[in-house]
């Protein structure tokens, strides 16, 4: 029941994440496409779910809230297919500057990893403390684990994108993309070969990489108050400078990370 309530938390932090850096982004595309609209009210209503979700104390699958997560899921999927057609269509396809300044695959596959944790809180909800869960015809402990390394090595790519094209020039922007991976490795292992009743080092870099995601947001606050004008010219430089909203998505992965841990070690594997 707690790591179904965590689940929930981590599914609002990355729909918060999501929601705001998708206004920012699609701010400044002018909304071209009306279609543009869907992420901010997606990722709203899996924020809302979510809220909800973080304070029901009842053991028992909540069915809107659950349709709203697979809505959540099914939209992350369509804009993840959506962002690869507008890179690939552009000249030479897929390449180093169609990446850089093409639409980013790693926000509607943040929205899509929302919609997944917030379900898979939802289908866990309702086993009793230490009996065998599943989701997805998987041991829980182990699903949610695999689909936290999955979703933590794939933000960090996404910071190493994004940093090699500022030609990491600020030392501190080595952090998201050396720190996440280790903690991808090892829920990767754990959902391989989760032996042992603790696991004390995977909590505590699943800590760190949630600090990072905080952190981030002040390197980032920071990166928008050296570029002209400063804090004073916020409309234009919150626009071109360093996503303030990107960061908190290592923070809300490495909740589901705790919470699949929580599982594991409750030993509800089978």
Same mark, same amino acid.
């Given at each position: 029941m707690q790591a179904a309530r965590e689940l929930n938390r981590a599914?609002?932090?990355?729909?918060?994440?999501?929601? !705001?850096?998708?206004?920012?982004?699609?701010?400044?595309?002018?909304?071209? %496409?009306k279609a543009m609209f869907t992420p901010l009210a997606v990722s709203a209503l899996a924020l809302g779910v979510s809220a909800h979700g973080m304070r029901d104390q009842r053991a028992v699958t909540h069915g809107l809230r659950n349709g709203a997560y697979i809505l959540t899921g099914l939209t992350g999927a369509a804009g993840l297919a959506f962002h690869t057609y507008n890179v690939m269509k552009?000249?030479?396809?897929? %390449?180093w500057q169609n990446l850089f300044y093409g639409a980013?695959?790693?926000?509607?596959?943040?929205?899509? !990893?929302?919609?997944?944790?917030?379900?898979a809180g939802e289908r866990i909800r309702h086993y009793a403390p230490f009996t065998p869960a599943h989701i997805w015809g998987l041991p829980s402990g182990r699903g949610l684990a695999a689909l936290t390394s999955l979703g933590i090595i794939g933000t960090s790519a996404e910071s190493?994108?994004?940093?090699?094209?500022?030609?990491?020039?600020n030392p501190c922007m080595y952090?998201?993309?050396?720190?996440?991976?280790?903690?991808s490795a090892l829920m990767a292992r754990l959902?391989?070969?989760?032996?042992?009743?603790?696991?004390?080092?995977?909590?505590l870099w699943l800590g760190l990489t949630a600090f990072l995601g905080f952190g981030g947001v002040a390197f980032h606050a920071y990166g928008v108050n050296r570029a002209l004008?400063?804090?004073? %010219?916020?409309?234009? %430089?919150m626009l071109d400078g360093p996503p303030l909203p990107a960061p908190p998505a290592f923070t809300g992965l490495s909740l589901a990370g705790l919470a699949a841990l929580r599982i594991i070690e409750a030993k509800r594997l089978v």
């Open positions: 599914a609002a932090v990355l729909a918060l994440s999501v929601l !705001m850096d998708s206004a920012i982004e699609h701010y400044r595309g002018s909304f071209k %496409n552009r000249t030479g396809g897929i %390449n980013p695959i790693g926000a509607p596959a943040a929205i899509a !990893m929302s919609g997944a944790l917030g379900s190493f994108l994004l940093h090699f094209r500022g030609a990491f020039h952090l998201p993309v050396t720190l996440p991976p280790i903690a959902a391989w070969l989760p032996e042992g009743s603790r696991h004390p080092w995977t909590r004008g400063g804090w004073r %010219n916020w409309r234009q %430089n």
